[in-house]
């Protein structure tokens, strides 16, 4: 039997006995492959649509992350304390509830993706809507964290002025956390529908604006933490609006046909999906930012705290290509399985995993090729400037193997196995590779080496489970599941409140 013991979030609720023998794909999916001639037509147009979706994508993802670091460079200008505060409340504050509402907002895309593919337009805006009320309500419970950061920084050893002042700049950026609440679903509804130009745009110029106002009021109008509140609030609430404004204007049709009460049916099972994504995503992200507060309890700490953020600063961009990529992959999977084509969902992944993984590489090759240079345009100390030069090739591994890893978590969230996945990350990461990274760099004493070589264990352990259950999937099951779970949490009238049986 093909992938029983893959079992994807619910589906013991929407019929987990069928194998999906008894599914028929629908008559538009891929035909089989014959021949290298027809390997490579399919191949290519099927690179299109990846790029097509991976491009504005990677570009989006770049402009939101450079936002954020936008400020953090004027905040160096203003004052050392000032950049401080920006930074850990950049890291440590919004980073934690970024991670967690873009977790939560991840949900989206298996219900959007395959609600879009199945062509049941109309539910897309109602699932968006009962994504904002989970998301909204997520967002006062993290309010506390803002609220008392200063509390929380002295808590975890900061200084009383850093604390004093990030926790200040934390209680300013509450407004930036509401944007987060919206923009989340709103982008997963759009980029669902493959609408991901309008976002690029977007974000494109709302980057320009972001770095123009920043100049303006942090150090012409000399507003200082205050100008960076103002602007990084109003930077992220440009972007929520003038998206808003494109899906009330009509421009996404069917999709979006005004606010219903459908949103607040089936809130739980949605609750479930997004608290099983957000754990998901945020294990990868507090992972790796586990690796800098090991690092602090080094030898010499301050060299390899130094070091590791220059080469996480460098894996954090790249990492923007790859979540591009994952975007894609999770619109591709989602669409192609909502429409019942399960032939060409298994082939999209195929293309897309050689394609993030030849991009990988592409990007380590010419990170080793610049690795006797780069550390300089990062520190002038020559200690951590060696340091970083002997890490190069762990962050290259780092690199391709991360290039690769988001693709698979994209066809598992595609196909909406995230609560499995969080189980896998569990287990990879932190029973695995943290581990393995504390004896190694404590116990053996090779130091940040170490401790990077059990984080880049724990990845490639979770990468290869990924691949196993990828190529145990029986992709004709996840077809019929995507139409059963369409029709179960679409509030399907002729859908037992169970969930057990769908009645025809």
């Known amino acids: 039997m093909e992938n029983d013991s893959i079992v994807p979030l619910l589906t013991s609720k929407v019929n987990n006995h069928s194998n999906g023998s008894s599914f028929k794909p629908d008559s538009y999916d891929i035909e089989v492959i014959n021949g290298v001639k027809d390997l490579i037509r399919q191949f290519s147009a099927e690179s299109k649509k990846l790029w097509y979706l991976a491009a504005p994508a990677i570009f989006t993802s770049i402009c939101q992350y450079s936002i954020g670091a936008i400020t953090q460079i004027f905040a160096g200008h203003v004052g050392t304390i000032q950049l401080a505060a920006v930074s850990i409340e950049n890291s440590v504050i919004a980073g934690f509830a970024f991670g967690v509402m873009l977790g939560m907002g991840s ?36 309010m506390l964290p803002y609220i008392f950061a200063t509390s929380l920084l002295r808590l975890i050893g900061q200084t009383s002025d850093i604390s004093k002042w990030a926790g200040t700049f934390a209680v300013w950026m509450i407004p930036q956390l ?45 507003w200082g933490l205050v100008g960076a509140a103002v602007v990084l609030n109003g930077s992220w609430w440009f972007v ?41 995503l945020c294990l990868e992200i507090w992972y790796f930012m586990a690796l800098i507060l090991v690092a602090g309890y080094l030898k010499n700490a301050e060299v390899a705290v130094d070091a590791i953020s220059i080469c996480m600063n460098i894996q954090g961009w790249t990492f923007m290509v790859a979540l591009g990529f994952n975007a894609a992959i999770s619109v591709r999977v989602s669409n192609e399985l909502g429409a019942g084509h399960p032939r060409s969902a298994k082939f999209s992944v195929i293309v897309a995993s050689i394609t993030s993984l030849l991009f990988g590489m592409f990007l380590a090759m010419v990170l080793l090729v610049c690795r006797s240079w780069y550390p300089l345009l990062f520190s002038n100390n020559e200690r951590v400037q060696h340091v970083v030069y002997e890490l190069s090739p762990i962050l290259a591994a780092t690199i391709v193997v991360s290039s690769l890893q988001p693709t698979l978590s994209g066809v598992a969230i595609g196909a909406g196995w995230q609560a499995y996945v969080a189980y896998v ?29 059990g984080m880049l264990a724990g990845t490639t352990v979770q990468t290869g489970v990924l691949i196993m259950m990828i190529l145990r999937t029986n992709w004709n099951k996840e077809a019929s599941l995507a139409g059963d779970r369409i029709k179960l949490w679409g509030g399907d009238s002729k859908v037992k409140e169970n969930g057990e049986n769908l009645i025809n």
């Not at 337009?121 to 998301?135: A, C, E, H, K, N």
């Not at 320009?208 to 009021?217: E, Q, R, V, Y």
């Not at 990461?429 to 080496?449: A, E, M, N, Q, S």
Request: aromatic residues 16%.
């Open 240 to 280: 929520v609006v003038a998206k808003l404004l494109y899906i009330f204007s009509g421009a996404c049709g069917e999709a979006w046909s005004g606010f219903s009460i459908k949103a607040f049916q089936n809130l739980w099972e949605f609750v479930k999906l997004s608290f099983a994504s957000a754990v998901m």
């Open 107 to 142: 949900a989206l895309e298996t219900l959007c993706g395959q609600a879009f593919g199945a062509k049941q337009l109309d539910m897309l805006g109602t699932y968006m809507q009962r994504s904002w009320i989970i998301l909204i309500a997520t967002s006062l419970i993290l």
């Open 178 to 222: 509401f944007a987060y609440a919206l923009n989340f679903p709103i982008q997963i509804f759009l980029q669902a529908q493959s609408k991901i130009m309008v976002m690029a745009v977007i974000a494109a110029v709302g980057l320009i604006g972001h770095t123009l106002f920043s100049w303006l009021f942090m150090l012409k109008l000399g």
């Open 425 to 453: 990350n569990i287990v990879c990461y932190y029973l695995f590779g943290i581990p393995i990274g504390l004896i190694l760099g404590f116990i053996l004493d090779t130091g940040v080496k170490g401790i990077w070589y």
